[in-house]
């Protein structure tokens, strides 16, 4: 629904890189879902142009054209994966060096969450699909059903970072030679009646979560369009212009991180790029109270810089100044210098 909060939304509206000197004007959204952020986002900014939101999922296409009617002159909806934003903005006739912003959030919708058939979730019992696009060839079930063992457990392992990746993957392989594993609940009832029983008692996560992520990893090839798409989207940044990418697990945190770092430190780009946030901005409590989702989330900042400019003017003098006066753990956003310039 419409009032569902998008996640770190005060976070992205303090970093998408407005200042009084500099204006808005080209948005590029690379995961627009049902336009939750790219209402907020367009109704803070009145000076946007255009603001181009692509998605995978048609349904949430249709949502967001209905949810950002009143934007429809500046807004261009475009079913595809973000990984293909380069073509995509060649194809509408932006030139690089010409977007202000692109913001990509990594997370699985919660609207897809909540969708049974869509199958993310062991919480309500659908079928074992997890495809973000439904044309897509590979789902869940093909993967549970007709991987070998040895293959799911790298799935498991390296996506879902889960330590009994070896023994779940046979858990997994003797459970459908006796009957296919056609659904989430099915799924999930396998891991659990395999799970040591302690933990519900310790209340810990359910002991399929770590299974679907690597799974769902897995059937989107989400890491590898990361990877890719960081480089690719540089340079249509306009000197200035930032870089907001939202993860939501560990994996995708450090291909974000190592990226943006090594894009720092790659002199041959001109300009250069510079990371804005030191450590990833989190929720606050109080988001946190209204959406469980925004736990896990985090925001990172990449910004393009003048010509000639350098990064990190200073930054070594004092590795510890910037703890001066902050609590630790604050979840402060670094974006002073986007307020009150």
């Known amino acids: 629904s419409d009032k569902h909060i998008p996640v770190l939304l005060s976070h992205v509206l303090q970093n998408v890189g407005a200042s009084d000197d500099k204006k808005i004007r080209v948005v ?45 002159g500046k807004v261009s909806l475009i079913r595809s ?11 509408e006739g932006i030139p690089k060096e010409s977007v202000d912003t692109i913001l990509l959030d990594l997370g699985v ?69 006796e009957l296919p594993i056609e659904t989430t609940t099915q799924l999930a009832k396998i891991i659990a009646d395999n799970s040591p029983f302690e933990w519900k008692k310790r209340r810990s996560i359910h002991p ?17 369009v990361v990877k890719d798409v960081i480089p690719a989207v540089v340079p249509y940044l306009s000197p200035t212009g ?39 901005l989190i929720a606050k409590e109080d988001e946190i109270k209204l959406n469980s989702r ?12 003048n010509q000639g400019q350098e990064p990190g003017l200073g930054r070594k003098k004092n590795k510890y100044a910037h703890l001066r006066g902050k609590k630790k753990g604050s979840s402060l956003p670094n974006s002073s210098t986007t307020e009150g310039i």
């Open 28 to 72: 590029v959204d690379g995961t627009v879902g049902a336009g939750g952020h790219a209402r907020h986002i367009l109704e803070k900014l009145p000076s946007i142009d255009r603001y181009i939101g692509i998605d995978r999922d048609p349904e949430a296409l249709a949502i967001a054209s209905e949810v950002l009617k009143d934007f429809s």
């Open 81 to 91: 994966n973000f990984v293909d934003i380069p073509s995509i903005l060649d194809a």
């Open 109 to 177: 919708s919660s609207m897809q969450l909540d969708q049974a058939e869509k199958g993310f979730s062991f919480m309500r019992e659908g079928p074992l699909d997890m495809r973000m696009d439904p044309t897509h060839p590979v789902t869940a079930r093909d993967i549970v059903n007709g991987w070998p063992e040895e293959e799911i457990g790298r799935v498991i392992r390296d996506y879902g970072e889960d330590r009994r990746w070896r023994r779940l993957a046979k858990v997994i392989v003797n459970a459908r030679d």
């Open 208 to 224: 399929a979560t770590l299974v679907f992520q690597g799974l769902r990893i897995e059937v989107n090839s989400e890491l590898e």
């Open 242 to 280: 930032r870089l907001l990418i939202i993860s939501f697990h560990s994996l995708e945190d450090r291909i974000v991180k190592q990226s943006f770092l090594a894009l720092q430190e790659d002199e041959t780009l001109t300009p250069r790029l510079q990371v804005v946030t030191k450590r990833p």
């Open 294 to 305: 925004s736990r896990s989330a985090k925001l990172r900042v990449l910004e393009k810089l």
